[in-house]
């Protein structure tokens, strides 16, 4: 009886112990398949209206320097794509005119900003200022955790000086999904109190 104890506690023993070298193998496997690469791509938009070059002609310029993934995992692909246009969008949007309406495109609002600027320029018969916009997405990370991308926006219409911030724009690499302040401090009222 002991010598059948024994014995089929070797067993289970020897089973025990192959189950988990599986384990092992298995977590190493996982642990060293890479995700798919996340590779990034920069398109420049510029368009102009008036003489840039001559400092007695109305001019107004819009530079963009535009941070798009183009390859990696089509749901992160599509969603970081989709969430710095609207960031660009949105900020473009926000030089405009009240009355203007949401637009589509890059060349929409150039084209509605370069008409804001006419506008402005017909009602005064000296008017001489210059109108800039520069937009710059950069990178800044990108690990197999997190993305991080960088904006940068400058501008001058009129006035007695230019405006000018940075914001960054975080996502999740493996889901896409934008990182936020709520995703990150979960108690905001604790947090409030502390700051």
Known sequence: MFKKLISILFVISMLWANSCKNDKKENKDSMNASPESIEFKTTNYNKKFGDCSNPDSLCYELDIQNLQIKSGPQVVQNS??????????????????????????????????????????????????????????????????????????????????????NDFLNFDANTGKEITWENIITDQDKFMKLA
């Not at 609002?109 to 018969?125: C, G, M, P, Q, R």
């Open 80 to 165: 970081v794509n989709k969430a710095i246009d609207g960031y660009l969008y949105a900020t473009l949007g926000s030089f405009l005119s009240e009355d203007s309406p949401a637009l589509a495109s890059l060349d929409e609002y150039a084209d509605a900003l370069i008409k804001d600027y006419k506008h402005v320029a017909s009602e005064f018969d000296d008017y001489e200022q210059d109108w800039n916009i520069q937009v710059k997405t950069e990178l800044k990370n990108n690990d197999d955790n997190i993305i991080s991308i960088l904006t940068t926006v400058d501008s001058y219409l009129g006035g007695a000086h230019g405006n000018h911030w």
